[in-house]
C-alpha cells in the first residue's frame, strides 16, 4: 500500500481559507473511512476531521466544528478538508490517514494504519 499524499497547504490571513487535498492510490479507496488530524510543535496529533467510506457521515473535532468540512469523492480517491475562518491556532501540519477496519475511534490516532507526510498550514495574524 502507498501512503496517502496531501496537498493544499500554505500561509493565510487569520479569517481566511484554505482547502487540503488528501490523493490515496488502490482500488479498494472506498472501502476504507478516512480521518484528518493536525499537529503542531510541541503539541500531539490532534484528530480534525473523520468520514466514513460512503462520505454518509462525518465527525469533527470540537476545536474546528462548523468551520472546517470534509468531503470524499470515491471515484478519484480524495479526500478533501475545507478550512474557513482560519485561526492562528489552526497552524500546524495536517496529515491524511487511513482508518484501520471498523473498529476504534474515528478521533484516535491509534485506529489509523496509513499516514501522510503532511502538509503544513501558517495561519497570520
Known amino acids: 500500500q502507498v501512503p496517502p499524499v496531501e496537498s493544499g497547504g500554505g500561509l493565510v490571513q487569520a479569517g481566511g481559507s484554505l482547502r487540503l487535498s488528501c490523493a490515496a492510490s488502490g482500488r479498494t479507496f472506498s472501502s476504507y473511512d478516512m480521518g484528518w488530524f493536525r499537529q503542531a510543535p510541541g503539541n500531539e496529533r490532534e484528530f480534525v476531521a473523520a468520514i466514513s467510506r460512503s462520505g454518509g457521515n462525518t465527525y469533527y473535532g470540537d476545536s474546528v466544528k462548523g468551520r472546517f468540512t470534509v468531503s470524499r469523492e470515491n471515484a478519484k480517491n480524495t479526500v478533501d478538508l475545507q478550512m474557513n475562518s482560519l485561526k492562528p491556532e489552526d497552524t500546524a501540519v495536517y496529515y491524511c490517514?487511513?482508518?484501520?477496519?471498523?473498529?476504534?475511534?474515528?478521533?484516535?490516532?491509534?485506529?489509523?494504519?496509513?499516514w501522510g507526510q503532511g502538509t503544513q498550514v501558517t495561519v497570520s495574524s
Open positions: 490517514a487511513r482508518k484501520a477496519g471498523d473498529s476504534g475511534s474515528y478521533s484516535s490516532i491509534w485506529s489509523y494504519d496509513y
